[in-house]
């Protein structure tokens, strides 16, 4: 009889044209951050295809499933949410959605987690139990994560794994990491008001314009003094709004941007850092301001315990050659919110394609689809080994 892991890999043969086909369809019609139904509906609709009893939340929006039963529970998080991008990959099975796309690969995600439900199903009498987590608006602040963890989504689990797939690793690759291996990032949003007059007159109003530029080129410089440069502080706007004419000064210029930052003890600094500042800026200029600052989630801290775990079973699948150290990013996963409560890691999948080297988040992102056959076999191997592991 073959073993653990030979049979895990046959299952994930066997499963993955339907993960592929599911991904597919996910990717045809993308949902952003609490309007996740259809999604939710399909989900629910595959796992009891296969038997499993999912349990859809109260609003219809993300659901919760587990596969076996009794102690120990660990768990499989599945963001599933779509991004406010338009598509222009051409591919055949593009959105069908006008300015929404999944170019995050959460329709990988979820297709992957479906699978890994499949396969632990059919091997059937486990030394426990594993919950699957679909969460809806990872993209958002605030975030599913957070919403989840206030009901209690997370509670009696002894450990919990995540992907994110990532488009710089080649598929059948995984990258590790313990430790951080996201930033916190949050969201801001600053308006400067000012009386308003005539481009003649800079001297008898505020030059609202000016002191935008000033918060924007001031601000970030001000900041990585004050934290020192090891602190690894990333300000970056994105949107800079305010006036209609060329002749005339605005009364109000809104900027808007974000805050990413490596280290929980600065990111907890920086509202108050960045409230201090932008008054100083915007004060010595006499223009009013509003700062709207929106916490997103901390840094993802990956357990060194549960990784191991995983680089083991990832090595068995995937050679040594698959297993690859991975660097802290500068962006922000709200998988980070269950990490505070229960032990886990935030693993890199590779999805790269050689023909077509292009970022998350880009209106051409796709994947390798074979990094699905992958992140299944990985993943349904890891949580078995993680049900065997010693409390």
């Not at 006036?243 to 600065?266: C, D, F, H, K, M």
Request: some cysteine.
């Amino acid at each position: 009889m073959p073993g653990l892991t030979e049979r895990v890999a046959t299952e994930a043969r066997s499963v993955a044209p339907d993960a592929v086909r599911m991904r597919r369809d996910l990717h045809r019609h993308p949902e952003i951050a609490w309007t996740e139904r259809r999604t939710t509906y399909r989900i629910a609709e595959a796992l009891k295809q296969h038997g499993l009893e999912p349990q859809v939340r109260s609003d219809g929006i993300g659901l919760l499933v587990e596969v076996g039963s009794g102690d120990p529970i660990v768990g499989f998080r599945a963001d599933i949410d779509a991004l406010p991008i338009h598509e222009e990959t051409g591919a055949p099975y593009r959105s069908q959605v006008d300015g929404l796309m999944h170019a995050c690969g959460h329709d990988a995600h979820v297709a992957i987690a479906v699978g890994i439900a499949r396969i632990l199903a059919a091997l059937g009498d486990l030394p426990g139990a594993v919950r699957f987590l679909f969460q809806p608006a990872e993209e958002d602040i605030p975030s599913g994560a957070a919403r989840l963890v206030a009901e209690g989504a997370h509670h009696d689990l002894s450990a919990l794994f995540a992907y994110h797939v990532d488009p710089s690793i080649p598929a059948g690759s995984v990258g590790l990491k313990v430790g951080p291996i996201t930033s916190a990032a949050d969201k801001i949003h600053i308006r400067l008001t000012g009386p308003g007059g005539h481009t003649s007159r800079p001297d008898r109003t505020v030059d609202l314009i000016n002191v935008a530029a000033r918060v924007v080129t001031d601000l970030p410089d001000r900041l990585a003094t004050k934290l020192g440069a090891n602190r690894h502080l990333a300000l970056v706007f994105g949107r800079i709004a305010g006036g209609g004419a060329a002749n005339a000064i605005p009364s109000l210029v809104e900027i808007s941007g974000t805050a990413r930052v490596r280290s929980v003890e600065v990111w907890r600094q920086l509202p108050d850092l960045i409230e201090q500042h932008v008054a100083e800026i915007a004060g010595f200029y006499g223009a009013g301001v509003d700062l709207d600052y929106r916490r997103g989630s901390p840094p993802v801290n990956n357990d060194g315990r549960v990784i191991e775990v995983i680089r083991q079973a990832a090595t068995e699948m995937l050679g040594s050659t698959g297993v690859r150290p991975t660097p802290q990013s500068m962006g922000s996963e709200d998988f980070s919110w269950f990490l505070e409560d229960v032990p886990g890691a935030l693993v890199r999948l590779g999805v790269g394609r050689d023909d077509h080297p292009v970022d998350v988040h880009s209106p051409t992102f796709d994947l390798d689809e074979a990094a699905i056959e992958h992140g299944i076999a990985v993943g349904a191997l890891s949580l078995l080994r993680l049900l065997e592991r010693p409390r």
